[in-house]
C-alpha cells in the first residue's frame, strides 16, 4: 500500500511575506494656532507576520513610551496638544516583521497662517 500526499496547499495558507504599503505618510499643513488641535499621520503596511512600526522625527526614532502627546494606533501616529516648534519636521514610518523591513517616503509636517 502506497500513501501519498501534498503539503502544498497546506504551504499556500502559511506563506510568510515581508511587509508591504498599504498607506504612506503624506504631508499636512495645520493652522499657526491650533495649540489644542491634534494630528494623525497615516502608515500602513500588510505582511505575514503582521508589521510592527516605528516613527522617526527629522531623522530621530521618536521614544513612543515616554511621550506622552504622541502615541500610535496601528500604524497611524496620532499627536495630540499639538507644539508648532516640538512638532514641526519630517516624519517616516518603518514597518518590519522577521522577512524585511520598510521606510516610508518622507512626510513634513508644517504651520502656516490660513
Not at 505575514?48 to 500610535?72: F, K
Request: charged fraction near 20%; include cysteine.
Amino acid at each position: 500500500m502506497t500513501v501519498v500526499y501534498s503539503v502544498k496547499p497546506f504551504a499556500e495558507d502559511f506563506m510568510f511575506q515581508g511587509p508591504k504599503w498599504r498607506t504612506e505618510p503624506s504631508d499636512l499643513i495645520l493652522p499657526y494656532n491650533s495649540p489644542d488641535q491634534g494630528a494623525v499621520i497615516k502608515c500602513e503596511a500588510e505582511g505575514t507576520p503582521s508589521p510592527m512600526y516605528r516613527w522617526s522625527l527629522n531623522g530621530t526614532l521618536i521614544d513612543l513610551r515616554s511621550d506622552y502627546r504622541r502615541h500610535m494606533s496601528g500604524g497611524n501616529l496620532i499627536i495630540s496638544g499639538l507644539d508648532r516648534d516640538q512638532d514641526t519636521g519630517i516624519y517616516q514610518c518603518t514597518a518590519s516583521n522577521k522577512w524585511g523591513s520598510l521606510l516610508s517616503h518622507k512626510a513634513s509636517l508644517q504651520f502656516c497662517h490660513l
